[in-house]
């Protein structure tokens, strides 16, 4: 159990397009998701929470019009790359915190999405 | 404020080699500390985790102690294979935050 899934797992796109990535919690509901971006051999950055039902809450730096989040249910959050340039190429990962039955302080993860803009 | 720190990578070892990725933290309350691992191209998978001092996560032959005296969580084996190469991310969480803190990481390549 506690399985997230991420759709795509990889997209290329030109730059100023935007594109859409998903996260889905397969066997459990979250109140509760994460996106975190990864640089080539470095740590998680956390970018926002994210709340179903409310609006995310965006880390310190991350801009909250490029990166656009939509938890619209308790198994889906998305994350909107808008206008995506070069520098938005990266390795973006979700997790989800289950709403009951787990331990309250445990996420599960995402196996990523790699964004490569042209 | 809350933050991990872990020792610098990276680490390469001969396989059935002892494996000790140290890892120290601070935070404000009683954090749950926790292990992930990932493997190339993959997302992170939890390896271990202790929710209060003196607990002994374990895993996959992997280990790790929550020492509230000297603030650390240090990730062992006993002897290491091949397949566990992949980057180690020590972390944690407080009770009352949503946010997990990680390290910044520690790349392990086993050689045959």
């Known amino acids: 159990g506690a399985v997230v899934s991420q759709h795509p797992s990889w997209v290329i796109c030109k730059s100023g397009t935007s594109v859409k990535i998903e996260c889905r919690s397969l066997?459990?509901?979250?109140?509760?998701m994460f996106w975190y971006r990864q640089f080539p051999k470095q740590s998680l950055m956390l970018m926002a929470t994210?709340?179903?039902?409310?609006?995310?809450?965006?880390e310190q730096g991350v801009e909250k019009d490029k990166f656009l989040i939509n938890h619209a249910s308790l198994t889906l959050s998305t994350l909107t790359v808008t206008s995506a340039h070069p520098e938005d190429s990266s390795f973006y990962i979700c997790s989800a915190r289950p709403s009951g039955g787990f331990s309250y302080n445990e996420q599960f993860f995402g196996p990523g999405t790699r964004l490569t803009v042209l | 404020g809350n933050s991990v720190t872990q020792m610098e990578g990276p680490v390469t070892l001969s396989e059935e080699a002892f494996l000790t990725i140290n890892c120290t933290y601070t935070a404000t309350g009683y954090p749950s500390l926790f292990w992930y691992v990932q493997y190339p191209g993959e997302g992170l998978q939890l390896l271990l985790k202790a929710t209060k001092a003196d607990d002994k996560g374990s895993n996959k032959g992997f280990e790790a102690t929550y020492r509230k005296e000297t603030t650390s969580f240090h990730l062992e084996k006993g002897s290491v294979q091949v397949s566990d190469s992949a980057v180690y991310f020590c972390?944690?969480?407080?009770?009352?935050?949503?946010?997990?803190?990680f390290g910044q990481g520690t790349r392990l390549t086993i050689n045959p």
């Open positions: 972390a944690l969480t407080v009770q009352g935050a949503q946010k997990l803190v």
């Open positions: 066997d459990f509901q979250a109140t509760t």
């Open positions: 994210s709340n179903e039902g409310s609006k995310a809450t965006y």
